[in-house]
Each structure stands twice: as C-alpha cells, then as structure tokens.
C-alpha cells in the first residue's frame, strides 16, 4: 500500500477528501447514489442521448418503451457503481471476498497449476473494477491487469492506488508484450478489458456486434498466440446491490493457433460478451461512444 500520494500538494485536500468518503459504510454510500441517480437521469440527463441511441442501435427489435426502462435502470446502477469503485480505498480484504463470489475458480486453477500465464477477456460489465482486487485477494497465484494510463494526473495516481492497495498488479498498456516475454514462466493471471474501441489506424478486426458493425482490440489472441496462454471469459453477473458473481468460460486453452488474418479467440469474446449483454442489458456500460468507426 502506498504511504502518501504522489501527486501534487495541490491535490491533498481532494485525494483525503475521497478517501474520507470511502470510510463510509456501503449502505450509507448508496444513499448518496440514489441521490447521484436523480440527479444524473432527471437533472443533468448525463450522456442521455448517448446512452439511448447505443440502445437503440444494440435492439431494434424493442420498443420505445422497452429501450427507455434498460437506459433508466442503467442509469440506477450507475452510480452504485461509482460509489463501489470510490470504496475500493478503504475496503478490506474480507469484505471483497464476501460481494465477489467467482463461481467455478477451478477452471482458472487448472491452467494456473500447469505453470501458464492465462489471459481473461473481461468487459465493461457490472463493476469491473472489484474483479482484480478480488483476484489478488482470494487467489493463490498473481493477479494482474493490463490498464491504459489516464491523462489526468491526479485521477491516474487515485485510480493506480485503488487498484492496487489490495495486493494486484498494475501493467501499463504500452508495456505489455515486455512484460510477458520477462515474466512468460510465471504461473498467473493476467486480465485485460477487451471492450474497448480501437484507434481508427489500429484496428485490424471487425464483427458485427449488438446489430452493429463494431471493432474489437485483438492484442489478448495476438498475446494468446505468441505465448501458449490460455483465454477465457469473464461473466459478470449482478446478483444485488453490492453483490456479484463471476464465471469463467474458456476461449482457447492455449494449444492451437489460427490461420494467418483470423481471430477466432475474439471473435468468440464477441459472442460471449453479446450473450451476456442480452441478458442483463442494464448491466453494461453505456455512456460511451463505443461505435464511432464506420467499417471501410
């Protein structure tokens, strides 16, 4: 755990200020959340237009009515979410092994035994960022994660703290293939958020997702490929407030690689993902513009 932030003094008042606020038990934090949710849905209408269009597009086949009561309890969970991120100062290691329940960890152990490196493809899905610390926590073996830095200096330090004061491990974007040719004989885990959209000049995949041509990152096959991990998905359910359980579903065992231009580990992240988005919509993160590139 870090002592002191390394951040400008500029910053203290706030940097305590938050982690004053996680000091709060969870049950009083939602209460500020249900006030975050009147006040983003009826007040400011954050993203609103966003979010409704992405639902839209996602189901055609719902009415206005069905769309309008996904983005509403979208926007009730929303919050939730940020207060449980913001408590991830303060929250002890019992407390995580008792709101994350992953519900079939053998099937990581099993790889993890045979002394490999596993890759999870996980998603912006319930709250992401529980699922690391709750790793570090109940597993026996490194529990990493690969993160893009933030431009903001302060929320890069606070997000960095808060990751990590569990016992996880952090690896930069950019720093990613150095790390897995230095640790490649390193039995763990290593879990990447695969959601997420490409630069325009990066992508080198494209599926048709949620009813959209979509583009996906490929750097976890890429990685998959060059050193024999295993893949799987992480499911992310919301059992209640507060609460979550999560299954892993294997991709590729690591054995096998693809023709030359294909990216079958990817493309079955995309069904898995679509799958699990159907049946919860509510549960996924809507507010960005996760279709902004157009399929040439």
Same mark, same amino acid.
């Given at each position: 755990?870090?002592?002191?932030?390394?951040?400008?003094?500029?910053?203290?008042?706030?940097?305590?200020?938050?982690?004053?606020?996680?000091?709060?038990?969870?049950?009083?934090?939602?209460?500020?959340?249900?006030?975050?949710?009147?006040?983003?849905?009826?007040?400011?209408? %954050?993203?609103?237009?966003?979010?409704?269009?992405?639902?839209?597009?996602?189901? #055609? *086949?719902?009415?206005?009515?069905?769309?309008?009561? $996904?983005? @509403?309890?979208?926007?009730?969970?929303? =919050?939730?979410? $940020?207060?449980? $991120?913001? @408590?991830?100062?303060?929250?002890? *290691?019992?407390?995580?092994?008792?709101?994350?329940?992953?519900?079939?960890?053998?099937?990581?152990?099993?790889?993890?035994?045979? /002394?490999?490196?596993?890759?999870?493809?996980?998603?912006?899905?319930?709250?992401? *960022?529980?699922?690391?610390?709750?790793?570090?926590?109940?597993?026996?073996? =490194? &529990?990493?994660?690969? %993160?893009?830095?933030?431009?903001?200096?302060?929320?890069?330090?606070?997000?960095?703290?808060?990751?990590?004061?569990?016992?996880?491990?952090?690896?930069?974007? @950019?720093?990613?293939?150095?790390?897995?040719?230095?640790?490649?004989?390193?039995?763990?885990?290593? &879990?990447?958020?695969?959601?997420?959209?490409?630069?325009?000049?990066?992508?080198?995949?494209?599926?048709?997702?949620?009813?959209?041509?979509?583009?996906?990152?490929? /750097?976890?096959?890429?990685?998959?490929?060059?050193? /024999?991990? #295993?893949?799987?998905?992480?499911?992310?359910?919301?059992?209640?407030?507060?609460?979550?359980?999560?299954?892993?579903?294997?991709?590729?065992?690591?054995?096998? !690689? #693809?023709?030359?231009?294909?990216? =079958?580990?990817?493309?079955?992240?995309?069904?898995?993902?679509?799958?699990?988005?159907?049946?919860? =919509?509510?549960? %996924?993160?809507?507010?960005?513009?996760?279709? !902004?590139? +157009? +399929?040439?």
């Amino acid at each position: 755990m870090k002592k002191s932030p390394n951040i400008p003094t500029l910053y203290y008042p706030l940097w305590w200020l938050l982690k004053g606020l996680s000091l709060l038990p969870l049950p009083v934090l939602y209460l500020l959340a249900d006030f975050l949710f009147v006040l983003v849905y009826y007040v400011i209408g %954050y993203r609103k237009k966003v979010v409704l269009q992405n639902l839209r597009n996602s189901f #055609p *086949e719902k009415s206005e009515q069905e769309i309008q009561g $996904i983005a @509403k309890a979208f926007y009730r969970q929303f =919050p939730d979410l $940020i207060v449980e $991120i913001l @408590k991830l100062a303060s929250m002890n *290691e019992a407390e995580m092994r008792r709101r994350i329940v992953f519900s079939n960890q053998e099937v990581l152990d099993d790889f993890v035994q045979q /002394g490999k490196t596993v890759i999870t493809m996980g998603s912006h899905s319930g709250n992401w *960022e529980w699922i690391l610390s709750a790793g570090a926590v109940q597993f026996s073996f =490194p &529990a990493e994660g690969v %993160y893009k830095r933030l431009t903001n200096e302060f929320f890069e330090e606070f997000m960095l703290y808060l990751r990590s004061r569990l016992g996880a491990r952090l690896i930069e974007m @950019k720093d990613t293939m150095r790390d897995f040719v230095r640790n490649r004989r390193t039995p763990r885990v290593v &879990a990447m958020l695969s959601d997420q959209t490409p630069p325009y000049g990066e992508i080198q995949f494209w599926t048709t997702f949620l009813n959209q041509d979509t583009p996906f990152f490929v /750097g976890a096959e890429k990685l998959a490929h060059a050193f /024999g991990c #295993p893949v799987l998905f992480l499911d992310v359910q919301r059992v209640k407030r507060g609460y979550y359980r999560l299954t892993f579903e294997v991709l590729s065992d690591g054995s096998t !690689k #693809p023709e030359e231009g294909a990216f =079958p580990i990817t493309e079955a992240f995309a069904r898995k993902l679509e799958t699990a988005i159907r049946r919860n =919509p509510a549960n %996924y993160l809507w507010t960005h513009k996760r279709w !902004k590139h +157009r +399929r040439p």
